[in-house]
């Protein structure tokens, strides 16, 4: 069996990580797998890359300027949606042509368009379609937040200026996926059972087979160390009670950044003898602007490209917070866990399937400073924190290990797209 993994990205994001572990878990387990995408970042003889750089950046403008002229010529939300007008014809490749399952996943932003997703779901190859955010279930948007309107029909759009219209540009670009996906058979994965749930409402994918499997992750890297070795080399206080926050950009608002910001204020209120006791640990583009917002130390550490610095950070911490607003089943979360560390996130999107409240972190309400602060104090001062870090690193190797992964995967490849 040939796998051909296609994501936008090869490292960048996190559709792009968990698809490259993914590729990482079916080489382990014996499958011919190779990745294909737009950007590569390495010098991988597993990952190839596709179209010339001009094509590529020519076809991502395009997509731009149609979405910026049918929002009213406005820059909000531009990068919220994406409608799929351009992009490279991959069918003609022979990386292509030799798999015999294709595996699509995230492939926005001008990489891959509707006409050649119909393409390659008229290919007659098995096609498998991981879903890591809503984009293949809506016609524009990649999170729905409180619309409903693609269980239905998209139109009047939340995303577009002034509402959108009855026939704006969710309302075109849903009817031609519609198009694309009808008489064609694909197998959808959502990586949460939320999403899985979404999915399972929508007007576009009813006649589609869906089902959930969790993103794969190397427990053998990903594992509890020595933390004061892991605060040496990072050149962290061995001394302080540590949090970690991180985002590919901080100052996303998706990221919950307010909401952090709040708490910390919030924690720094209610418990004093923190401002001594406690600091911050940030990483991720931009991470060095948090220092002037918020009542602690903060400890930049930067964008982490290398994934055993990524688990020396984790191992140098007590908790992992996430006021993510927008999320299906975060990465960080689960990289977190596997080191031992205890997460503490709002209730939204996939994260309480990963977090158990009180056995291995916290789930706070949704959008409540205040309870995401009680979560981080609760933890901090939890008697049974030791267990609370072994229930942590037992739920990921529970769930969501490469092998354990892979072999879903490997069976879901085996029954292909035929299923109803």
Not at 63 to 79: C, D, G, H, P, V
Not at 274 to 289: A, H, T, Y
Not at 340 to 368: L, R
Request: net charge positive; hydrophobic share 40%.
């Amino acid at each position: 069996m040939r796998v051909l993994l296609i994501n936008t990205s090869e490292r960048i994001g996190g559709a792009a990580v968990a698809c490259s572990r993914l590729l990482e878990a079916l080489t382990n387990c014996g499958v011919k797998a190779k990745m294909l995408v737009r950007d590569k970042q390495s010098d991988s003889l597993s990952v190839v890359t596709v179209g010339s750089k001009w094509h590529m950046k020519l076809c991502f403008l395009w997509e731009r300027f149609t979405i910026w002229a049918a929002n009213r010529f406005s820059r909000k939300n531009l990068f919220a949606v994406d409608i799929a007008n351009a992009g490279t014809d991959v069918t003609r490749l022979p990386e292509f042509r030799e798999a015999d399952v294709i595996h699509l996943h995230w492939v926005n932003q001008g990489f891959l368009s509707l006409k050649q997703l119909e393409k390659i779901l008229a290919s007659g190859k098995r096609v498998v379609w991981t879903m890591h955010d809503m984009w293949p279930s809506t016609a524009i948007c990649h999170h729905a937040r409180q619309c409903t309107r693609y269980r239905e029909l998209c139109h009047h759009c939340p995303y577009l200026q002034g509402g959108g219209s009855a026939t704006d540009l969710s309302y075109h670009t849903f009817l031609r996926k519609q198009q694309m996906f009808r008489g064609h058979r694909v197998s959808l994965v959502a990586c949460s059972h939320w999403l899985e749930g979404l999915a399972k409402q929508s007007a576009l994918l009813k006649e589609q087979h869906i089902t959930s499997i969790p993103n794969p992750l190397n427990t053998r890297l990903f594992k509890p160390n020595n933390p004061d070795e892991a605060r040496t080399r990072l050149q962290l206080p061995l001394e302080k009670r540590l949090i970690l926050f991180g985002s590919v950009k901080i100052t996303d608002k998706r990221k919950g950044i307010d909401y952090l910001i709040e708490a910390c204020r919030l924690l720094a209120e209610n418990h004093p003898q923190l401002r001594e006791q406690l600091g911050v640990v940030v990483f991720g583009n931009g991470s060095e602007q948090l220092a002037a917002l918020l009542p602690f130390p903060v400890y930049a550490v930067g964008y982490l490209s290398e994934e055993a610095r990524l688990v020396d950070v984790y191992n140098a911490v007590d908790l992992f917070v996430t006021p993510s607003l927008e999320e299906n089943l975060p990465n960080t979360i689960m990289e977190a866990m596997a080191c031992g560390t205890p997460c503490v996130g709002f209730q939204i999107g996939g994260i309480p399937e990963m977090i158990d409240h009180g056995e291995n972190g916290y789930v706070a309400e949704y959008k409540s400073s205040e309870d995401f602060a009680r979560g981080i104090h609760t933890l901090l001062s939890a008697p049974n924190y030791s267990e609370l870090c072994r229930q942590a690193v037992r739920k990921v190797v529970t769930h969501y290990s490469e092998d354990a992964v892979a072999r879903r995967y490997i069976q879901l490849y085996a029954q292909g797209s035929l299923q109803t």
